[in-house]
């Protein structure tokens, strides 16, 4: 059956949502560049309408102009890659983690950025019975090691305005002050702000194409963790699974 014939030609899809995504099912079927008069006969999408929906895709970057016809675009491409950070990230990070933990003896953090919070993707428990060690703990980017750590580093100012916004102007001053110590230094820390009796010093995770992608952490009991040994080992960490990625 061909595309100019297919089930979809004889009753279009009603949502500009379920629109799109049968424009974007629809390139990618066909494998090579289509016209907005094939897209709009294999969706059964009014050729009016494809072509106001293709013209956004294409504004947006994920449609691009190919020739005379329509293909996918670089934005999907980077979404997929986004989408596959995770398992990347725990792959390249394990190995990294467990030398840490070892030199240390404190818990070792893995996290990425989710909204206004850090989430843990991988951890290694330390001496700190107290704080939580699983995979998908939660805790605020705006005081946390790791979260100051991916923050000083995100381009995407939308983020840094949603995590800073319950601090007030002298607060958000001084805030991004730390974030340029920090952006300096490659090294946050969190003297107990987020849990009490818990010091953490965080270190960025640098992707291959020079983005922000986590924060890798040590947390020990405040007073007999000492920040001035941990540090030098955090941020070589951070810069061994920087590397570990581009490699990837």
Same mark, same amino acid.
């Given at each position: 059956m061909s595309r100019l014939s297919s089930p979809q030609a004889s009753a279009?899809?009603?949502?500009?949502?379920?629109? =799109?995504?049968?424009?974007?099912?629809?390139?990618?079927? /066909?494998?090579?560049? #289509?016209?907005?008069?094939? =897209?709009a006969l294999s969706t059964g999408i009014p050729k009016s309408t494809a072509a106001r929906l293709v013209s956004e895709l294409v504004s947006q970057r994920y449609l691009t102009r190919d020739g005379d016809g329509i293909a996918?675009?670089?934005?999907?491409? /980077?979404?997929?890659?986004?989408?596959? #950070?995770?398992?990347?990230?725990?792959?390249?990070?394990?190995?990294?983690m467990s030398q840490l933990a070892q030199r240390t003896g404190e818990r070792v953090g893995l996290w990425v950025q989710q909204g206004t919070e850090m989430v843990s993707l991988a951890a290694a428990p330390g001496?700190?019975? #107290?704080?939580?060690?699983?995979?998908? #703990?939660?805790?605020?980017?705006?005081?946390?090691?790791?979260g100051k750590a991916f923050l000083a580093f995100c /381009?995407?100012?939308?983020?840094?305005?949603?995590?800073?916004?319950?601090? =007030? /102007?002298?607060?958000?001053?001084?805030?991004?002050e730390e974030l340029t110590t920090v952006r300096t230094s490659m090294l946050a820390t969190d003297a107990g702000a987020s849990y009490r009796g818990v010091l953490a010093v965080a270190s960025p995770i640098i992707g291959s194409d020079r983005s922000v992608v986590g924060a890798i952490s040590v947390a020990g009991p405040t007073g007999s963790m000492l920040p001035d040994n941990i540090a030098p080992l955090v941020r070589a960490a951070g810069v061994s699974l920087a590397r570990r990625l581009t490699a990837a």
């Open positions: 279009g899809p009603a949502t500009v949502l379920a629109r =799109i995504l049968s424009i974007l099912d629809a390139v990618k079927r /066909e494998g090579s560049a #289509m016209s907005v008069t094939d =897209i996918l675009g670089l934005r999907l491409f /980077e979404l997929g890659a986004r989408a596959t #950070m995770p398992r990347r990230l725990v792959s390249a990070a394990a190995p990294v001496r700190l019975p #107290m704080l939580p060690t699983w995979a998908g #703990m939660r805790s605020p980017a705006l005081t946390t090691a790791s /381009e995407d100012q939308h983020v840094i305005d949603r995590v800073s916004a319950p601090l =007030i /102007e002298d607060e958000i001053a001084r805030f991004r």
